[in-house]
DNA sequence: TTTACCTATCAAAACGTTTCGAGATATGTG
DNA sequence: CACATATCTCGAAACGTTTTGATAGGTAAA
């Protein structure tokens, strides 16, 4: 079996020095279109690829980007990180990137579980998606590696983020709920310190005080200390034994909504007649479900892409802004939250709240540069 | 700032030879102990790491294994293959390998859409999980990497794959519900090409045989084209319309049987008093959905794992053994083919028949090896 | 006509490891 | 005691690229 060829032989083959070939090879200036095109062709007949390890080793580079993912996250029943990622993948390679994934335990322990990738000069770039240890992420930033989160942003705006537009969507969320008929209307959630539980918490009074309603505290849960299903389970059972009588539950994400549902439906509450549900993401199952649930729509690809599009940035231009980018999100309303009393006279059906996107408007997202 | 230090640093710290801190690093005999404890000391606080390109170069190997997903797989609602992943990922970096995930498009194009880093020699051996391209499998297999498929398997035994155990557990499954009361048992299949379903069928068929009960052509659908959500819903749909009368239905898979249940639960069917249902790999929703469905289980995680530890032990002996491993499954009965008629009088209740796994019976699943 | 500066190419020096063969010392054998 | 063998260590040669600085020739400006 003959070896496979090397740049020396691409050199030999055009009767040009390796160094002209590496021009070629990185679409480099100061090559005439007529010594390109005989390179490229040799390379094509030679069947000639470069080595990913030389050209690291010479340029520095490693051709990857790392991708860190809190392993109960990627564990979950709902493909939420999973779909990022794929994102990611995909648009990684179309800039010539691999994409290392590595799950980190939650809590971090030792710095034995720190991922070698990143002391190996095996990355040029790190995307952490959700919520990781503090100290990690700052860990990967001293050793100067760029650095993207995804659904998750650290106080204090050092690092880029990609976020969802939670606030919003929880604004959104919570108006549908009113204006299809309902003043009693709670509020589930858990993990308040992850700042997007917060932010959609947060939209969820902002427009209760907005439309003059009360925010009362009897209907509010938000000390789960996760957001799966069972703690959706758990927080409207304890909210309902202790008195609560909600006509209408925004829960902080699909999971814990299908958790209540689940409680619901075993005890006889009927849905949405006895208790409309809004969840926030739009995981696959909550089209599955019964009733279907209503939800907020996450373009979760999309954020994967977009933060790889950043990290490359990062990479090229060895420029270190930090931006944050909030992407937009949409209300899909389904059986769950169909309406309770007949729309008011103007509007036909409360399904003309759903915000269509417009066009390639995920990419334009609200975005801001701070600093240099 | 201070560069990072190299072997050469270690060596000067130590007083010894670039060699001997290479032989430490690898873990190589001939060196005395007194040595060996000296360098790790230093490399400990030096903070020393050695590069990935700079070993991959010198020593021809990446540290990756390169993991080949069809992207219809992945971006389907469940995530089946993703927890695959999952499992070889943990696995992989137990054994300090990273891994390259791809998605691959179902129909192969041109050359175009082969993963770059097959040619750049930065995978050291690949995964193939679900059905991909003969073509594509093959051109691997000519490059001269180990492969090992997942979930997957071509005719002749000349690929190394794991496997679930279809057979026995269709048998499983389709036993249940016969016990259980019932004799108009349905079939749904879809990709009639991957063997996992045709072993699937396979299994429906000999158990009804075997209780000599026919097999009605009526009751059975095998044509779909693939074993998506909506393809349940549009098999049974046929063929309850073209005049099928079952009292059961034993789904190729859990997405399947999901459509399945949406369309009985639309049509007014009761589930399982009118039709009990009995789906195959437990993806996550299965618990999630209402009733909640029978299954048969299927261990991805482990058969993730399992496909590491095959492939590592291929690229370090260097061997190219052929091997099959089946994992063993393990029926989950839920309310969705609660039992129909009174059990018979020995068993108490057809739960009984749920099959626990036997400790680490995972690895043991029935292995053989064809050949050297 | 000289000066200055492009363009196209090249030779040689990195990049940080592993590996190979040899040397030096110690250990065992007849 | 001589010789073979085993253990430990080392120098030097790969590995296949990118990058840097140099050179030769050409063109435009002064």
Redesign the pocket.
């Known amino acids: 079996m003959k ?6 032989d691409v ?1 030999r083959a055009t ?9 070629v ?2 679409n ?9 095109r005989r390179v490229k062709q040799a390379i094509r007949t030679l069947g ?4 990913r ?3 690291g ?5 490693s051709g990857n980007i790392g991708f860190l993912l809190a392993d109960e996250h990627f564990s979950a029943v709902e493909p939420f990180y999973t779909r990022i990622f794929l994102g990611s993948e995909v648009e990684a390679r179309n800039h010539n990137y691999y994409i290392l994934l590595t799950t980190v335990p939650t809590r971090l322990r030792k710095n034995e579980s720190i991922p070698r990738f990143l002391h190996e000069k095996n990355v040029d770039g790190v995307i952490v998606a959700g919520k990781i240890n503090h100290k990690l992420i700052e860990y990967i930033g001293k050793l100067g590696l760029p650095i993207v989160l995804v659904d998750y942003a650290l106080p204090g705006k050092r690092y880029s983020s990609v976020l969802i537009d939670n606030y919003k969507g929880a604004r959104v969320a919570t108006t549908h709920l009113i204006e299809t008929g309902h003043s009693k209307i709670a509020f589930i959630g858990g993990d308040p310190d992850h700042p997007s539980i917060a932010e959609r918490f947060a939209g969820y009074k902002e427009t209760l005080t907005r439309y003059g309603m009360p925010i009362d505290p009897s209907l509010v849960i938000t000390d789960e200390e996760d957001t799966r299903i069972h703690n959706g389970y758990n927080a409207i059972e304890r909210l309902l034994n202790r008195g609560g009588k909600p006509t209408a539950l925004f829960a902080a994400n699909d999971a814990m909504a299908i958790g209540c549902m689940n409680y619901l439906k075993a005890t006889g509450i009927r849905i949405p007649g006895d208790m409309a549900i809004v969840g926030f993401d739009d995981i696959g199952l909550s089209s599955h479900v019964e009733p279907p649930l209503s939800t907020v729509k996450v373009f979760t690809e999309e954020m994967g892409k977009i933060a790889i599009r950043r990290i490359v940035e990062m990479i090229r231009e060895k420029t270190q802004h930090v931006f944050t980018v909030h992407l937009p999100v949409e209300l899909i309303v389904r059986a769950s939250s169909a309406s309770r009393v007949p729309s008011p006279s103007k509007r036909k059906t409360p399904i003309s709240l759903t915000r269509r996107p417009r066009g390639p408007a995920i990419a334009e997202g609200r975005e801001k540069n701070h600093g240099a």
């Open positions: 070896p496979r060829p090397t740049i020396q050199a009767s040009l020095s390796i160094s002209t070939i590496s021009l090879l990185n480099k200036a100061h090559v005439s279109e007529e010594t390109r000639y690829h470069p080595v390890s030389a050209r080793l010479a340029s520095k580079a």
